[in-house]
């Protein structure tokens, strides 16, 4: 990858933690994609069961109703690519045959043991994410000896599981899982430390997007945290994330340009100097 991707969130649901039942319907759903679409996003990931902790699975067929109708429709009117964010292989292939063209998977292939057939069939890009847990327990104690360590011999043995079964390596995206199963400290160091998921060899996709953490250190609610979260996606993308996955689309591109104008002439002048 040359430049930084972004990827805009468009959660059609109603209760996920920023912006729960701001979309679930699909005209409005439809409406946010486009203007995602239209600030620049680069790739627009589409949800319909919310993940935040504590939160409950959403039936198969009620996900299917959230998400379907949205990708047809954004399908027609731009040529974005879209992600589908899901851990089940029918909304996954739904969505693909819908005009979806990416898989996000928070259970890294696990949860659905059919979903590595479907992206092999389908041959699309595949996100593969760290988790400790569930979204109902995951922030119930999470515990680590080593967070950084234990987060890349996990992402390190899902790559080898992908691989195995038939996707291609060039098709593998890891995310190290900000806030899934992880305290304020645990997504600092992994922020802090991103550049030692490099050897992996596998662009990395982050999402510190207004999440707890950055409300933990500000004391802040979500609607305020898009300073925090510039912040926190200006130290990923100097420590080597290639695709940001952020609700404030517009935002993060003008602080993502002045971010490469600065490392373009930094590399310039080192190989002047």
Do not use: W
């Not at 209760?15 to 620049?40: M, P, V």
């Not at 760290?130 to 999470?142: A, F, S, V």
Request: with cysteine.
């Amino acid at each position: 990858m040359k430049k930084t991707k972004i990827m805009g969130i468009l959660n059609v649901t109603p209760d996920s933690f920023y912006d729960g039942g701001r979309y679930r319907r699909t005209e409005l759903a439809i409406n946010q994609g486009l203007k995602l679409a239209g600030e620049g996003a680069d790739i627009i990931d589409i949800g319909g069961e919310s993940s935040r902790p504590g939160s409950e699975p959403v039936h198969l067929e009620e996900e299917l109703k959230r998400v379907v109708p949205v990708i047809k429709a954004l399908k027609k009117q731009i040529k974005v690519p879209i992600s589908i964010d899901t851990y089940k292989s029918k909304v996954a292939e739904s969505a693909l045959k819908a005009g979806a063209s990416i898989i996000n998977d928070i259970s890294a292939l696990r949860m659905d043991k059919r979903m590595v057939k479907i992206a092999k069939e389908y041959d699309v890009p595949v996100v593969l994410m760290h988790m400790q847990g569930n979204p109902r327990t995951m922030q119930k104690n999470p515990f680590y000896k080593d967070v950084i360590q234990e987060i890349y011999e996990f992402l390190a043995a899902r790559i080898k599981f992908a691989e195995r079964n038939g996707i291609k390596p060039n098709k593998i995206i890891i995310d190290p899982g900000i806030g899934f199963g992880k305290t304020t400290e645990h997504n600092l160091l992994i922020i802090k430390y991103l550049k030692k998921f490099k050897p992996l060899g596998k662009p990395i996709l982050i999402g510190p997007s207004r999440k707890s953490f950055i409300g933990n250190i500000l004391n802040l609610p979500a609607r305020e945290r898009l300073e925090g979260t510039l912040a926190a996606i200006s130290i990923c993308l100097l420590n080597g994330a290639e695709i940001l996955r952020v609700h404030d689309v517009r935002q993060v591109k003008r602080a993502v340009e002045i971010i490469e104008a600065i490392g373009g002439q930094v590399s310039t002048f080192d190989k002047n100097s």
